[in-house]
Every structure is written in structure tokens, then in C-alpha cells.
């Protein structure tokens, strides 16, 4: 292919999708920003602040074009909740350090847990999806994810005091919902059980209520599924039924612990 043959057929791909490499750059400096403003010792917040604010309008504007230009009234918006974001992430920090016991200190829970981070960025994102805003709060988990592998959509919505340990696989689809007190270990997914795009605007994906504990690699799927309150699900386990109140859900699957002597002997 002769290279004006190819400019020709990059640009009929640019014109048809408009991706911004930028977008997802920016988008990504500016979560990073955005948490060390909150709680890096050594961040400047006050000018931190102001650059978060000139950051936000260059990704809103890749991000929604045709307000380019228009006052940046979501920002403000955001900084006023800054308060109540400090108290929720404030409850999901002592909620780690209160039932970890390798946690040593709060500081460590801030610094050294991937499941704090991603809890931090995912409510960060949300009230920017809440704004309204398209893609950037999508980009905020994702660069959450890629560092810490715990995929949180910004559309779920989550309670107070939410743990997570350890994390690495952990995914919580679009419409999931988590009350109060719940804790979660890596490799649990709450997801959809059917994958159809006309699914799409609906709830897909399951209500886990108040003080329940989901151990590794859970999978619990539906959007009609609710794990009762104060509830425990096993690992490994594959639900795709609300269980009541107050129910201990285990993998029955058996394992069997053989001598090598006695195998040899066989």
C-alpha cells in the first residue's frame, strides 16, 4: 500500500471514531493528582487544587467538546462534596485497619493497600458520574485497575466501611449494589448473568446488603440476586439466587488429602 493510500484510510478510520490518546493521558495524571491532593503529605494541596482545576477542563473539554469554552461549573460542584468524600474514604481506611491484623497503621493502609486505592478512585469517580460527566470517571478506575487490578465500575454504588483484601481480580459491574460493612477478598466478581447489549439500562448485576463477608473467588451474578444481610458466601462458590439473612452459602466440592507412602503402596 502506497502511503497516500494509507493516510487516506487512517484518516477515514479517525473520522469515523474519535479516540484521544490525551484524554486517557490527562485523565490518568489527574486521578493521580487528584489522590495525592487528598492525602499526599508532601503535595502542596492549595496548589494542587488549582492545577486539578485547569487538569479538569482540558480532559472535560476532549471529553465533552461542545462545552468547551462554557464555565466549569462540575468542578465546583466537586469540590464542594471534598468534605464528605474525606469522611466516607476516612470509614473505608479504619474499616481495613480494624480487621486486617497485618495492617500495622493507618498510614500503611493509605500508602500499601491496592484495595484502598481502587475503593479511593472509584468514589472520586462517582461523583463525577454523578455529574454526568461521560468517559473521564470511566478512565479514572480504569487507571485504578491497571495499577492495582481491582476493577470497579463508577456506576456501582457502594456503602460505608467497604473492605476489600488483597483485591488482584476483584470486579463489580455497572449496577451492583453494596450496603453498609461489607468485605470482600480477591477474586470476587459481581456480575451480570447474561451479557446482551439490549441489558444495557437495566440492573444487571447483584444487591449484597449490610455486614456481609464474600470470600476469594466468589462469583455471584444477576441482577435479581440479593445476598441477605449479615450473610457469609465461601469461596469459590457460584450463587445465582438471593440467599436470606444470616446464611452461610459453602463450595461443597470435596478435597481429598492422600499419604504419598500409601499411593505408593498401591
Request: hydrophobic letters at 40%; aromatic letters at 8%.
Amino acid at each position: 500500500m502506497n502511503s497516500s493510500t494509507l493516510l487516506a484510510a487512517i484518516s477515514d478510520q479517525k473520522r469515523e471514531i474519535k479516540v484521544s490518546v490525551k484524554l486517557k493521558q490527562e485523565s490518568q495524571r489527574f486521578t493521580q493528582l487528584l489522590f495525592n491532593a487528598l492525602f499526599d503529605q508532601g503535595t502542596d494541596a492549595a496548589q494542587a487544587l488549582r492545577e486539578l482545576e485547569d487538569l479538569f477542563l482540558v480532559i472535560r473539554n476532549l471529553a465533552c467538546p461542545e462545552k468547551k469554552g462554557k464555565p466549569c461549573k462540575t468542578w465546583d460542584d466537586f469540590t464542594e462534596i471534598i468534605p464528605e468524600l474525606f469522611c466516607s474514604l476516612k470509614k473505608d481506611a479504619m474499616a481495613i485497619h480494624n480487621n486486617d491484623p497485618a495492617a500495622q497503621s493507618i498510614e500503611e493502609v493509605y500508602l500499601a493497600y491496592p484495595g484502598f486505592f481502587a475503593i479511593a478512585i472509584y468514589r472520586m469517580a462517582k461523583e463525577f458520574f454523578k455529574l454526568g460527566l461521560p468517559l473521564i470517571p470511566r478512565l479514572m478506575t480504569e487507571y485504578a485497575h491497571q495499577l492495582t487490578g481491582i476493577d470497579i465500575h463508577p456506576g456501582a454504588t457502594i456503602g460505608n466501611s467497604f473492605f476489600i483484601d488483597h483485591g488482584t481480580g476483584i470486579v463489580i459491574g455497572e449496577t451492583a449494589d453494596i450496603h453498609d460493612n461489607v468485605k470482600i477478598y480477591q477474586g470476587v466478581t459481581l456480575g451480570a448473568l447474561k451479557v446482551k447489549k439490549q441489558l444495557q439500562n437495566t440492573k444487571r448485576h447483584p444487591t449484597i446488603e449490610k455486614d456481609v463477608v464474600i470470600y476469594a473467588n466468589a462469583s455471584i451474578l444477576g441482577g435479581d440476586t440479593v445476598v441477605g444481610e449479615n450473610s457469609i458466601i465461601g469461596g469459590n462458590t457460584w450463587l445465582t439466587e438471593s440467599v436470606a439473612k444470616n446464611s452461610i452459602v459453602v463450595n461443597s466440592s470435596k478435597v481429598e488429602i492422600i499419604s504419598k507412602s500409601r499411593k505408593e503402596d498401591e
